[in-house]
């Protein structure tokens, strides 16, 4: 019989087909799908996003991890859903208009999922139009802007400024990318700044004060 | 000392009579065709719009006129095909999306959406799905992956993913000897991409030249396939290097004189924060492969090896000498432990640095010419000493870099060189 300490172990390891048996193994055992969620896949998404930032593990291994993880949430996601159980943050996050590169945008979304939030992935290209529209229609608590390019950082300014100017003063906004720094988050006005995914969670988790 | 002999002995760590510049001999140390444009404009050349050589980055053709001007040390022989499969020749006019006139090979097919997005065919065949995609505020393109309704990860075939790499074609083998004969008594050094020999580069992976790509192409699939399917991976590259190695005993039979460097391969191993792989799996994976190339150029001809990967690799540069590389490139300084003078005194007599020049994520594109006068100054000061240094930007210039830095990269290198 399965235990959550498998289904941990299945997602930390990345096997997503020995994730595909465990999960409804658990569930028809009776375990709650908030606790494969709390107990198991947050712990095991959380000490990957460790081993990233300690570099134990890299891109490969944590993208296995994510495939096994989503292989997991695709299950219990409905049933969370049925029992009126919603995550309490919300998260919307894109890669900013002329910027086609997504690894990066992908990983943190995948970790900030895997931290239990709801986070919309508008996907790559996303003009600043697109991002007010999202933040009006999912009222998220947290917005991530990546680019690669430093062609694409104007865009970056230019979404920051737009999101400011709607008045969307109370939402965070977290950007990241290879040629992002600190003091380049400090001069656009974004709220924080990640230098790879799985500092993204420590950064959500600190601006929204429940780290 | 001619600019031929001036790479060679910079190459064999040698100090030569003066620090070689190189812009433009390859895909990764070129530069943007806007500022190709300003820059044979600030030089007084004649004008003319610029041409396409390498029509994924929109990377511009540094012509002879502007290699003189900016004293430049390498000529590059460029691949007979591009990256999206066809034929550079019958050049056209082309507006780009930013309003520049260029020239593009005649096969260079595009469409554009209502939202301004353009799109490039493989083999400028446009009745199959585009292989390219520039966003309307973009500058170059990227691939779009193709994922085929018949790919299964549980099932790789090793032939789907070996389609592209095949023994030289007769068009490539007449298109070498011409280049050859062009190129013979060249006084600049010359260097050429090795075609097959790139193992795993993902601009490569998703098959931008292919009209209907099998097998792993999507980046994240490739990556998740490198650590699922290691044996699937090893294979693949060792078919690869099989079918390398003949190629480049033909290479060897027609142009083997005329050649200085080969780009291997432009797999990147790095991020901005940590490696791409352990050290181990690199050795494992990559290493047998790399060294097999490698010491069959070593042993057959006098090229030397070219290895391009981004980000901080500092602690792979040891298997990196391992796996027979003599060059390493771009050298991003501005990547975790990628410190210059680190780098200088620990592999300094062992890898010659290509790039490593100047910031282009930072100091090159937002800084002041005197910021990037002091910081191309200071690269030099550390890499330049006893050879083993060829001054290239990190990796290829980009739009909308300020033709004033640029210009004060050019004098920066000029005041080392004392001229």
Known sequence: ?211 | MSSKERIRQCLNHEQPDQLPIDFGSSFITGVHCSVVAELRQHYGLEPRPVKVCEPYQMLGEVEADLLDVMGLDVQPIFPNRTIFGFPNENWKPWITPWGQEVLVSEHFKTTTDKAGNTYIYPEGDTDVPASGHMPKTGYFFDTIERIHPDYDEDDLKIEENLEEFGLMSAEEESYWKQQAEIYSSCDRAVSTHLNGTCLGDIALVPGPFLKDPKGVRGVADWYMTVADEPEFVMELFDRQAEIALQNMAKLKAIAGDVIDVVVVCGTDFGTQESTFCSDATMREIWLPRYKKINNWIHENTHWKTFKHSCGAIEPLLETVIDCGFDIINPVQCSAKGMDPQTLKDRYGDRLTFWGGGVNTQKTLPFGTPEEVRKEVLERCEIFAPGGGFVFNAIHNVQALTPIKNMIAMIEAVKEYNGN
């Not at chain 1, 998404?45 to 081993?51: K, N, P, Q, S, T």
């Open chain 1, 1 to 211: 019989m399965s235990t959550l300490e498998d289904l941990k172990t299945a997602v930390i390891n990345g096997k997503r087909k020995d994730v595909k048996v465990i999960v409804p193994e658990l569930l028809e055992s009776g375990v709650e799908p908030t606790s494969l969620l709390q107990d198991a896949l947050i712990p095991a998404m959380a000490i990957v996003g460790e081993r990233f930032k300690n570099n134990e593990v890299f891109v490969p291994e944590m993208l296995v991890s994510a495939r096994a993880m989503k292989q997991a949430m695709a299950i219990i996601e409905p049933k969370l859903l049925e029992a009126g159980i919603s995550p309490e943050y919300t998260a919307i996050i894109g890669t900013v208009e002329g910027d086609l590169h997504d690894i990066g945008k992908n990983l943190v979304a995948t970790m900030w999922k895997g931290t239990g939030f709801d986070v919309i992935d508008l996907g790559v290209n996303v003009p600043a139009a697109k991002f007010l529209e999202a933040i009006d229609e999912y009222k998220p608590q947290i917005v991530g802007l990546s680019t690669l390019l430093t062609t694409t950082m104007p865009a970056m300014k230019e979404t920051v400024a737009a999101i400011r100017n709607a008045g969307h003063s109370k939402v965070m906004i977290l950007i990241g990318g290879a040629p992002i720094t600190q003091s380049y988050a400090d001069e656009i006005g974004a709220d924080g700044f990640s230098k790879d995914a799985g500092s993204a969670v420590d950064i959500a988790k600190t601006t929204l004060g429940i780290a």
